[in-house]
């Protein structure tokens, strides 16, 4: 009962596929004409051999007439039987009729492939646009539900669940429509020749369904086992690859080893219950099979000796045709029904993701607005929805159009998420951050991200040239000008020389690069979009001071017209800044410049100052 109500359960969560099908209804429907038309022409040949059989048999006797019985066969068999009964020559009524059986037999592979064309194709289609649709949603939501969500959790949905549903939309209904075609139709002509023999013949099949239904549900119930414990097997994988430096440091491969082969144990386990399932699985489905062809001859045989039922020698051979017809759709139920559990599974996870609607998106009266002009922070508060931590507290800061602000500050005092909120990744609790005197929230997003350059603390760069990395984004930059903002970044000449120059992979399969080396490229990928706001988050953290300052001695140029937020805890590189904005918990304490902070008595740039100039900054402020 329970089980039916899964099913039940499976095909509401399939429903959000309906859009697909409606989307390639002529292949679907073209599809199923040809799985049943490769059917029917397989049903054609049992008849067939049951004439030469019968027709050869009579032959023997003596007793072959021009008028041939043709009850039970298919319409174009009986027209066929009529013309070859003219013919008395035995020999050749039967090469005839078997050339036409290996006729039949290439139809029906013609329309197998058609099938195949058809079905596996759409399943295809439908796979890719169901990537696409669910990358696409990715790309829309916020900061929040990347935290929320893994990397490994976002790849498995689009990877793994998409392709189970695919196993769904081509080869499950494949097998679905074929399966009741060749039940359908061998059913019927099965009736047509014989009424009791059917009913003998069949008896094994609700034996054989109850079976399945068993069987089946402990399969896949292992086979979600194994799922899980390969999942876990490939994490435990993973993080050892990406931690082996790690590992290898803290002299822990021993114990990464038990750790690996834990989990590789319990996947053996789970793998060897399964192939003991299994092992019963097919080998009933055979005997039951078995018993059917048993039954046939046993049955058959008695009612053609006592000529009962109208049960020809001929009748005996069409149906243990007909019984291995039914052999493979049959035992494929067990497959078919796991299948469609899966796909449903896997449908249902992609359902909750697609369901879930970014919070941060664009008003409805959101506009295409400028956004060069005074930026404004008006008591703005903010929390970390999913840590609870505040990290802004009624923040009130003014930057004018064209001023360059530095933010400055110890670890964790908020310098980053302030960035972050002006980017519009999170949402503020209280308070407005206006932008040329507009709500950021007025903006349309991809306006208001589009309008500034922003170089996060955490660079990442993609498995690309150094070139592409530095043009991401304005895809329609000259290498004239992706050279200049490396120049002013102070990477070019470095970059000149890698082995390959610009044309040099980086990332994974790429060279290695250094922390600075990064940084810079990054920075020349912000400097490449034309943006009149540029907001740099600790991104010099990596290059000494002294390649620093002649870095921004560059930018200063390169900035003359725009605005700049420039987030950095070294203090003693940012003597000639027009204003310092100091920032703690969440607040900003102290302003000022360099010389006007340095006279705070006790003041928190002072003492930022004096610990750097010491050399004594702590580790924390080197993590960060
Ligand atoms: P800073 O850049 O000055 O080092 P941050 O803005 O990164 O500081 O962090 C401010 C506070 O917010 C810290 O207490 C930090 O732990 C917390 N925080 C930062 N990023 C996140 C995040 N993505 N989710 C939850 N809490 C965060
Ligand atoms: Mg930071």
């Known amino acids: 009962m329970q089980k039916s109500f899964s099913y039940f359960a499976a095909m509401k969560h399939l429903k959000a596929l309906r859009k697909y099908f409606w989307k390639y209804r002529v292949r679907l429907g073209a599809g199923i004409l040809f799985v049943m038309l490769s059917n029917y022409f397989s049903v054609l040949s049992p008849q067939l051999m049951k004439f030469i059989i019968n027709y050869v048999d009579q032959s023997i006797a003596g007793t072959v007439s021009a008028e041939h019985p043709t009850k039970g066969y298919d319409y174009f068999v009986k027209k066929l039987i009529t013309i070859l009964s003219q013919n008395t020559n035995v020999v050749q009524v039967i090469i005839i009729a078997s050339l036409i059986i290996l006729f039949l037999a290439l139809l029906r592979g013609f329309f197998m492939f058609l099938m195949r064309q058809t079905i596996i194709v759409m399943s295809r289609h439908i796979e890719y646009d169901q990537k696409n649709e669910i990358f696409n949603h990715y790309q829309k939501q916020d900061a929040l539900f990347f935290k929320r969500h893994t990397t490994g959790d976002l790849m498995n949905r689009i990877a793994e669940d998409v392709s189970r549903v695919r196993i769904y939309t081509g080869p499950a209904i494949m097998y679905i429509v074929n399966l009741i075609s060749v039940i359908a139709l061998s059913v019927f002509f099965m009736l047509q020749s014989s009424v009791e023999l059917t009913i003998y013949v069949l008896l094994p099949l609700p034996i054989l369904a109850v079976i399945i239904y068993f069987v089946n549900s402990n399969i896949h119930k292992k086979s979600e086992q194994i799922q899980a414990s390969l999942s876990d097997l490939t994490t435990h994988a993973q993080e050892s690859y990406s931690g082996i430096r790690v590992i290898k440091s803290f002299v822990q491969e021993s114990a990464m080893l038990k750790f690996f082969t834990g989990s590789s144990e319990k996947y053996r386990k789970n793998a060897i219950a399964l192939a003991r399932v299994e092992t019963i699985y097919f080998p009933s489905i055979m005997l039951l099979i078995g018993l059917s062809i048993l039954l046939t001859i046993m049955i058959g045989g008695l009612y053609y000796i006592n000529n009962q039922h109208g049960v020809t020698l001929g009748t005996i051979v069409e149906f243990i045709v007909y019984v291995n017809m039914l052999t493979f759709p049959v035992s494929a139920i067990g497959l078919t029904a796991s299948m469609i559990q899966r796909a449903s599974a896997s449908q249902k996870r992609l359902n909750e993701f697609l369901n879930i609607s970014p919070a941060i998106s664009d008003a409805e009266n959101s506009g295409d607005f400028n956004a060069d002009g005074d930026i404004e922070f008006r008591n703005v508060s903010f929390t970390y929805p999913d840590t609870g931590i505040q990290a802004i507290r009624q923040l009130n800061l003014l930057i004018k159009k064209g001023e360059k602000l530095v933010i400055t ?39 208001l991200r589009n309008q500034i350059g922003y170089i996060p603390q955490d660079i990442f760069l993609f498995s690309d040239t150094v070139e592409e990395n530095i043009r991401f984004g304005s895809y329609h930059a000259s290498k004239e000008e992706v050279y200049e903002k490396a120049e002013i970044a102070g990477v070019h000449n470095e970059i000149l020389k890698f082995a390959e120059g610009y044309k040099t992979l980086v990332g994974e399969r790429g060279v290695t690069l250094s922390g600075g080396q990064k940084q810079r490229i990054s920075i020349a990928r912000a400097l490449i979009k034309p943006a009149g706001l540029i907001i740099f988050d600790d991104c010099l953290s990596a290059v000494d001071a002294k390649t620093e300052r002649e870095i921004m001695a560059r930018l200063n140029k390169y900035l003359e017209e ?18 310092i904005v100091v920032m703690d918990e969440g607040k900003i304490p102290e302003q000022g410049t360099h010389a006007e902070l340095m006279n705070i008595q006790n003041g928190l740039y002072l003492k930022l100052y004096n610990r750097q100039q ?8 080197e993590a960060d």
């Open 409 to 447: 500050g110890r670890t964790g005092s908020g310098k980053s998420t302030l960035a972050q909120l002006l980017l519009r990744m999170y949402d503020i609790d209280e308070g407005e951050i206006l932008i040329n005197e507009k709500n950021i929230k007025d903006y349309q997003l991809s306006t």
């Open 562 to 579: 725009k605005t700049a937020i420039i987030i950095t805890h070294r203090v003693f590189s940012l003597l000639s800044a027009d204003r």
């Open 614 to 621: 010491k050399g004594l900054q702590d580790d924390e402020d």
